[in-house]
């Protein structure tokens, strides 16, 4: 099956800072989406990018769509420590109908 | 907002008993859907529903997993009989309506712990 594979695993940065994090694959993605999930809660829906090369923002996080449509990548300008949690990005594999798969996840810790 | 609802919470079970999770999609979604997580892993695609039939499901989802859909508003979970790697949370998901199929969103989960 088509594997994420999203990175880095963790990071812990200051308050202020901006952060960036990816995800890879082998195999082409209709449609990327990003996801932030608190502890003992479920996944968050933060960005859905539909065409290759498309860049969007909601708010401080932009998240674009690779040109190949095997990657793509969330920033986060500005991290407060509200932005603490795991970032998951999922792909919509094509020919498989609407079922996800999701990336390891990125542990985002910020330092006030 | 409207959101995606489960119960229970947490449910607790012993080897080899049925379980029932369940779910109240958002209320004007057409696609339903249940994922899985282990503790510390990846969310883990298990099956999808629509029109009231399942358009997709993994490998995980094998013969000891049923789901349904019995009245407007409900979309459940069944684990026949359990077994100690179905401890994990479960995700119940939904989509559609007016907005696009494939943005889903995600229920709090119920926290499956076998023993």
């Known amino acids: 099956g088509q594997q994420l594979n999203q990175s880095p695993q963790s990071m812990f940065i200051q308050e202020g800072e901006d952060v960036s994090m990816n995800c890879t694959s082998s195999s082409i993605f209709n449609t990327w989406l990003w996801y932030k999930q608190e502890p003992g809660e479920g996944p968050v829906l933060l960005i859905a990018?539909?065409?290759?090369?498309e860049l969007t923002s909601n708010g401080r996080l932009t998240a674009q769509f690779g040109i190949t449509r095997k990657d793509s990548f969330l920033n986060i300008s500005a991290s407060i420590p509200s932005d603490v949690g795991i970032y998951f990005c999922?792909?919509?594999?094509?020919?498989?109908?609407?079922?996800?798969?999701f990336g390891g996840g990125t542990r985002l810790m910020v330092k006030p | 907002e409207p959101e995606v609802t489960q119960t229970p919470s947490h449910q607790v079970t012993q080897m080899g008993q049925e379980v029932i999770l369940r779910c109240v999609p958002i209320?004007?979604?057409?696609?339903f859907y249940w994922y899985r997580q282990i503790l510390g892993q990846k969310v883990e695609f298990l099956v999808s529903f629509y029109n009231n039939e399942i358009s997709e499901k993994s490998e995980i989802f094998d013969d000891q997993f049923s789901v349904e859909r019995p009245d407007g508003s409900n979309f459940t979970l069944k684990i026949r009989s359990t077994k100690l790697e179905d401890s994990a949370m479960y995700f119940c998901?939904?989509?559609?309506?007016?907005?696009?199929?494939?943005?889903?969103?995600f229920g709090p989960g119920t926290r499956l712990t076998v023993t």
């Open positions: 209320s004007n979604h057409l696609y």
């Open positions: 998901a939904s989509s559609g309506g007016t907005g696009p199929s494939y943005e889903q969103y």
């Open positions: 999922a792909g919509q594999p094509l020919n498989a109908g609407n079922m996800l798969t």
């Open positions: 990018l539909y065409k290759a090369g």
